[in-house]
């Protein structure tokens, strides 16, 4: 693929495609989230929502820290295997992964903008 392609490493046009859509129709967790994340609210650093990654798309991604944020609904109760496959995955690219569960981003924002804030601290030193 040539260098002034627009496609991400690793993408294709249907995995771009089902981004799109998921930008579009985010759960409600991963919308409180992005509110605070987008804008370079956080730190000064950019997010990217519902961002492909290789075969993946993950919920939130920060470039400059290689940060992977998953927003865990119930569904990912009956798919832990699966979850853990793909954390793996992403770490072996050299991504951080966090995740975090609809209730503490309801609940607790606070605390997970600080946890996400830790990380993209320790990135950086």
């Not at 998921?22 to 650093?45: S, Y």
């Not at 519902?50 to 920060?62: A, K, L």
Request: charge should be positive.
């Amino acid at each position: 693929m040539p260098k002034d392609s627009p496609r991400i490493r690793g993408t294709n046009p249907q995995n771009e495609q089902a981004a799109r859509y998921l930008r579009q129709h985010m759960t409600p967790a991963e919308t409180q989230l992005w509110n605070a994340l987008r804008c370079r609210q956080l730190l000064g650093l950019k997010f990217r929502s519902q961002h492909p990654v290789g075969r993946f798309i993950v919920d939130f991604y920060c470039p400059s820290c290689k940060l992977v944020i998953e927003v865990d609904g119930a569904i990912h109760d009956r798919q832990k295997a699966y979850d853990e496959s793909r954390t793996e995955h992403l770490q072996l690219f050299g991504y951080r992964v966090l995740r975090f569960s609809n209730e503490e981003i309801f609940h607790d924002l606070s605390t997970v903008l600080t946890r996400i804030e830790q990380i993209a601290k320790a990135d950086s030193e």
